[in-house]
Structure formats: C-alpha cells, structure tokens
RNA sequence: CGGGGUGUAGCGCAGCUUGGCUAGCGCACUAGUCUGGGGGACUAGGGGUCGCAGGUUCAAAUCCUGUCACCCCGACCA
C-alpha cells in the first residue's frame, strides 16, 4: 500500500475524549473513529489488525474442532421466549419491530440462535459432539460506554457453541477451549493475561472462567495469590477471615453523638473498623426489606448479595422501609427488631465474632459486646458471603496474600449445561434410540478489546508497537529526499519486489520531511522499517529499523530485498 | 439512572467574566518556492449556521431558558 493513497488521518493531538492510550493511538494513528457513543468505524488499518486477530482465532478454534457459521445479527423475538431471555434480559437487549410489527432483538450473545440451528441438524449422538462458532457483530445497548475500543456497544465477537451427550465431555472441550484461547492471546502478543474463575451471570450455567487482560485501564476486578495460583473474579472470590477471639462482652447502649458512619463510631469509640458491624439495606423483588449484616470495614459486594438472593435487580431501601422494622439508618441494627418479619442475612465474616460495636436503632446510640450468635435468633437469619475481598486479604487456598489486579475481560467460557437445549427443546436420539437433551458449552472472545488491550500492551510515547501476528503490515518503507539519487525509484522497486514475494509493506511516498514521516510511521507501528535516503544511498546502503527497539543497521542496496527477508525470516 | 465536565474549522485551543467593527491562533489541508535523518521555512489560499432551539437587546460566541451530543466517576454489564 502506498502512503499517497492509504485512507485515514494521522494526527498529532489526540480528541480530549480519549482518555486511554489505546483510544488515543487508535484516534491518532488513523485506525478507527468514532460515530456515536460505542459505536466506531474501522479504517483500513484498523481493519486490517482485526482481521489478523480473527485469522488466529480461525486457526485455533478450528484446531480444536471448531465449524465456522454466520448467524444473523436480527433475530426474531419467539427464539428468545423460547429461552426465556427476551423477558429475563434487561434493556442492554435491543428491542424493536420490522414494518409488520413483528418483535426482533439485536444479537447480544447468540445461545438461542445456535440451538435453533442446531437442532435442525444434529438428530444423533452420532453427531456429538459438536461445536459451531462464529465472528459476527454484537450489539449490547450498554449504558455507558467507554474507553475507545474498550467498551462499545457494537461490536465484533467470535463466539462458539458447543453439544455433548455427557458432562465429561463437555468439560473435556471446556478444557480444550481454555487451552486454545490461552494459545490466541499469546499469538496475538498479549503476555499479560490470565484466566479466573467468574460469576456466570445472565449466561446462567456452572463453571465459568474469564480471561483478563492485566490492565490498570481494566474495569473489572479480580483477586490473585502468587503462592497458590488462586485466581478469581472478585464477584466470587473467597477469603479467609482472620481469627479474632473476641472476648465476649455485655451488649451495652453507649452514647455515640453524630456518628453515623462507621468511620466516625469507630474513631469515637477507639476501636478499628473492623470492630464493629455495619447494616447494609436492600429491597426484594417484592419489595420487601432486606438487611444485611457485615464487617465494618468490608463492603458489599452487590454481585455476590444478587447470587444470594437470586435477584436480577438490586435497589437500596430507603429509609421509610428501614423505618417500619423498627430500624434507626446510621444506628441501625438488627437486635431489638423481630427478623422474621423481614430477611436478615450475615456476612460470613461475622462468624465467631463475639464483641462487636452494632447499632442501637437509636439516634446518637451504639451498642457494644454485640455477639452474632448469642443475640440474634439462628432461625431468624441465614450467613453468606456478602463482601468484596479486600487487597491484601488472606487466601482461603493456601493462607498467603491475596492481591487485587484490574482487567479488561477480553474472553470467556462457561459450561452452560442444558438451560438452552433444554428450554429449547433440542433433543438426539442416544444408542438406545431415547431422546436426550444435550449439554452446552459457550465461548466468547472480545475481538475489538483484543485489538485495544494488545495497543495497551505494546507502545510507547510515539504510538503503538504491533506484534508482527497482528501488525496492519510488516514493512514500511521511507522515502526521504525521493528526488536524489533516485531514492524513489529505489524505495518503489523494494515495495514492488515484497509485493510480488507475498511480504505486506506498506511505502511512503509522498515526500513528505523526515521527521513528519518518522512520525507518522510511529503512529502506524509497524515491526520492520526500511530507509532510504540520498545519505545512505550515496555509500550504497539502505538503512534498516526495527520499531521496537529502534536499533539501526545498513544494507547494500543491491541486496536490500534479499536482507529484509532474512530479517522478516523469510 | 445519579454526580462532575465539555461543546468555537479535521485536531488542539483563545475569545465569554464586563455583549460592540470582518470570530482568532497553532497544527493539518491547497498552490508555489526553498529545504531534506525526527512533525522545517517563506508566500498566497480554502475551510465556521460559535452543538441546536427559543428569548433579552439597537447589537449575542458572549447574558437568560430549554434541549441535544460527547467525555469522566459511579450504578449497570456474557
């Protein structure tokens, strides 16, 4: 490709918008633009790294026995009341009507579609198992979109659906799978990624694992012990709490004026936070009160309460209804009130506590020597594991230290079980001739995400640095001065030569000054560069770069091409 | 959806407080000359409904009201 010719600016401000390097580079470097809040072209160097990516996926998800497909991005609504979505799914699953009013949905994840095409063609255990993918368009109406690639609303996904007879080989396929994505992220050249253990969410289904790319422009959470290799998403990790032996002690009402917080109580009353117990109030889907009850130094973790509650939604009481059980906000607590009129649920972190500072339900009011088990009723309560696990904590494997990293879920793979097949009706024919539901599995790779957490990985201040898997093209040549010594003739006959060998090179012919050109090849990054300059030509030699570690060597002209093979390892 | 912020040329910004001549600067873009190893110089240009709508006023980028879009934090999220 010639730079003359190639579409998409480079630019040497990025949009105040974009906030992130990868966004930043993916604005600067003419790869994509935004149309709409998550919504983005892709130019043709953008394009052409996420077809790089999907190459890979292609290869390894065929190697695992993969069988592409293409499902429609529009799908009609009766597939999704089939399975119960269209209802259960909340507003990020666009909803609308074609002109005879007849419902679709936008393709958010395509379980209903692949059952549908699956059962339509697989009658037989003869048939299992199988595993369909695709790489299509998502479309999840997010509330909020965000950093460049890294959160979009549209977007394009590889995702796969798999059928078995039996649990084991479901999970012999899950296994397969995690090994092939663990093989695409490293062809791919992110080196810092890792897979945890998740929470499965609206996907429903078992075992579940994500793959995070390590990053601090990460939104997710999740916790890591070096020791043991316990990795998991903070939405279900685990901690082990530490032993207190708390000296058992009188519930006593002191005065505790203007503390409403457990910062203030505990400053007042010169214990550390994690002392005392805090109240947490939440509604039921019918609108009932919830209370929960923790450490004062832990907070929810709302993902966790839901899991417990088997709730979609999760609102915060309000006051009115904390009120009506007899409950003081900021004094509040659960003794002196009768629980069984309402849900009262302990952090498991509470277990064992026996002298706790707790609300009175009294303004200006605490009660100290609050013991868990002794003065609440055992059948008017159930314990849980409410709480995030705090950096630092202690890990429930092996008793090291938890560490909490951020990161941006790039892949996922669930054991989905029969919740699909089932609800859907897909049925084989097993050896006695009986008619069985099969078992599921479901693999998500993030394609565009791929692209941003790989430009987050490989940069520096000049733009980003591509692995050679997934660079837009593996040569740039510069032109400088092209009117002396016939630089452009020279420069051109090395374009055209790795043309014809199949090499993707990318030339800049324009004439543009030396630095303008230098930076602009930055922006674009690609791993081999070749110079050529009246200086250089005069000595008979072109000049030779990588750009990363713009280390700098001569060729003889005359032997340019064959040079550059060796070092493209060709 | 809650909190915060920003909308002036493709990008980055100034002007707005205290209304006033033709709306300005840098980069990018066009033509030309020079220049030629890290965004070079000079000359001449093109490009704007000042986000949109309404209001106040002799006069609005500037003041008022409304509205839309985008960004950030949170909520939410296979």
Redesign the pocket.
């Known amino acids: 490709m010639k730079m003359s010719q190639l579409v998409g600016?480079?630019?040497?401000?990025?949009?105040?918008?974009a906030?992130i390097t990868s966004h930043q580079f993916l604005l600067r470097g003419g790869y994509a633009r935004?149309v709409?809040?998550g919504l983005f072209s892709l130019l043709p160097l953008g394009l052409r790294v996420i077809q790089k990516i999907e190459a890979i996926v292609r290869e390894e998800m065929n190697k695992v026995g993969g069988q592409e497909v293409l499902m429609p991005v529009v799908l009609p609504r009766e597939l999704w009341d089939e399975s119960g979505r269209y209802d259960s799914v909340?507003s990020?699953l666009l909803r609308f009507k074609d002109r005879a009013g007849k419902d679709f949905v936008l393709g958010?994840?395509h379980e209903e579609a692949a059952v549908h095409l699956a059962r339509s063609e697989i009658f037989s255990y003869k048939q299992l198992p199988a595993t369909l993918y695709q790489i299509q368009t998502?479309f999840?109406d997010?509330?909020?979109?965000?950093?460049g690639l890294v959160r979009v609303r549209e977007f394009t996904?590889k995702?796969a659906y798999s059928f078995h007879e039996k649990d084991e080989c479901l999970e012999k396929t899950y296994q397969e799978v995690h090994e092939a994505y663990e093989r695409i992220f490293q062809r791919a050249g992110l080196k810092n990624f890792i897979s945890v253990a998740s929470d499965?969410?609206?996907?429903g289904g078992g075992v579940s694992h994500e793959f995070m790319a390590v990053t601090e422009i990460g939104?997710?959470s999740f916790l890591v012990c070096d020791d043991c290799g316990y990795k998991a998403n903070r939405e279900v990790a685990k901690m082990k709490y530490p032993e207190y032996n708390d000296e058992s002690a009188e519930l006593t009402k002191v005065a505790t004026p203007d503390t409403t917080s457990i910062e203030d109580v505990a400053k007042f009353l010169g214990v550390s936070e994690d002392q005392t117990c805090k109240a947490v109030f939440y509604t039921d889907s019918e609108g009932g009160l919830v209370t929960l009850l923790m450490r004062g130094d832990l907070e929810v973790c709302?993902?966790k309460v839901k899991a417990v509650l088997s709730l979609?939604d999760?609102q915060m009481a309000d006051d009115e209804l904390i009120k009506k059980y007899g409950m003081v906000p900021g004094y509040a607590s659960a003794t002196g009130t009768d629980p069984s009129k309402y849900t009262l649920i302990l952090d498991d972190s509470l277990k064992g506590r026996k002298n706790l500072v707790a609300g009175a339900n009294e303004d200006g009011f605490h009660k100290t020597g609050f013991d868990p088990a002794r003065d609440l009723n055992e059948d008017d309560y159930q314990w849980a594991d409410l709480t995030n696990v705090p950096d630092g904590s202690t890990c429930v494997e092996c008793g090291s230290t938890l560490k909490l990293q951020r990161g941006v879920e790039i892949g996922?793979i669930?054991q989905l079980g029969k919740k699909y097949s089932e609800s859907m009706n897909m049925t084989y024919l097993d050896q006695n001739g009986k008619a069985q539901i099969p078992t599921m599995g479901c693999y998500?790779i993030?394609i565009g995400r791929m692209m941003a957490c790989i430009m987050e990985e490989h940069n520096d201040k000049?733009g980003p640095i591509w692995p050679e898997s997934v660079a837009p093209y593996q040569v740039h040549i510069n032109i400088?001065?092209p009117?002396k010594e016939n630089a452009l003739g020279i420069g051109l006959e090395l374009y055209e030569k790795c043309l014809k060998a199949g090499v993707e090179v990318l030339v800049d012919d324009r004439?543009?000054?030396?630095?303008?050109q230098?930076?602009?090849a930055?922006?674009i990054g690609l791993p081999h560069r070749v110079?050529i300059?009246?200086?250089?030509l005069k000595q008979g030699k072109v000049?030779y770069r990588t750009r990363a570690s713009?280390d700098?060597e001569l060729f003889d002209v005359d032997q340019a091409f064959e040079s550059l093979m060796v070092k493209l390892g060709k």
């Open positions: 600016r480079r630019d040497k401000n990025a949009p105040k918008e906030q935004q709409s809040a909340g990020e958010m994840t998502k999840r997010e509330p909020r979109s965000r950093g996904m995702d499965a969410g609206m996907m939104e997710d709302e993902a979609k999760l996922n669930f998500g993030g000049f400088l001065d009117k004439g543009e000054k030396t630095g303008f230098f930076s602009d930055d922006l110079i300059s009246p200086k250089n000049e713009r700098s």
